[in-house]
Each structure stands twice: as C-alpha cells, then as structure tokens.
C-alpha cells in the first residue's frame, strides 16, 4: 500500500521537489511501524494505510500538532507535501532508520 500511496503523489506531483521520496518506497519498515499522535493514540500500519486507500483520500498531517485527519479532501496538494515530509521525518525518528536521510 505505500507504493500505492506514493505513486499517487508522483503521478499527481512530477515536477516537484519532493520526488526524491522514492527512496522510501525502500524502506518496508515504514509499513509495520507505529505512529504516535498528540492525543497518545497509536495507530497500526493496518489501521493507516487501509484507512487511506479504502477511503480514497489522503490523510492530512498538520505541521504543528502531527494529527491525521481523515475527513480533509485532496485540495491543497502543496501543503499535503509539506506535512508528507515532516511525516517522513517522524517516521524516522520512531524508527531510527538512517535510510530516510
């Protein structure tokens, strides 16, 4: 699912900056890992990305509080960028993975 999840982006976003995220579609850690969010709710790699496929949406990340929210549609594909990465960066420190540099 984080193929698919990231070939939506690199469909949808050639031209930008952020292609070299492709390097994550390597790292097959991020699928298994836990992401805490500010209200100390943990959730699964299951819960996640089936979540975000089977809704067809992609999960908005805000920068200052890290909170998924499902219910904001695909408008603002820029700053969905912007939260992806920092969400990246947050994946790496959960997991310590020197990959994601």
Avoid: H, P
């Amino acid at each position: 699912m984080l193929d698919k999840f990231l070939s939506y982006f690199f469909d949808n976003y050639k031209n930008s900056k952020y292609d070299n995220l492709e390097i994550v579609k390597e790292n097959e850690v991020i699928q298994s890992l836990f992401l805490r969010l500010d209200n100390d709710v943990y959730l699964s790699q299951i819960t996640f990305w089936d979540n975000l496929m089977y809704s067809c949406q992609i999960y908005y990340l805000k920068a200052d509080k890290y909170i998924l929210n499902e219910d904001i549609q695909l408008q603002s594909i820029d700053e969905i960028f912007v939260k992806f990465n920092i969400f990246v960066k947050i994946l790496k420190k959960f997991d310590g993975a020197s990959s994601l540099d």
